[in-house]
């Protein structure tokens, strides 16, 4: 869901400007399909439109998401 965001926001460096971190921790957020801190979270919901559960990650009980080899 993650990804989905960036894209709506116009995209890794978009994200990256509004969040103020770098490229690379949102290419990271991506990968491990969840934002770290609660403020970039609130951003990325409010830009996107995304309600910010959705990138809490892995949740009590679930699966982690699949490793890509």
Do not use: H, N
């Not at 919901?45 to 080899?69: N, R």
């Amino acid at each position: 869901m993650v990804a989905a965001a960036v894209d709506l926001v116009g995209g890794v460096p978009a994200v990256a400007r509004l969040c103020g971190v770098s490229r690379q921790s949102v290419y990271s957020w991506i990968r491990e399909w969840r934002v770290e801190r609660l403020t970039d979270a609130l951003k990325l919901s409010q830009a996107s439109g995304i309600p910010m559960e959705k990138f809490a990650g892995q949740t009590l009980g679930s699966k982690p998401p699949p490793k890509k080899i």
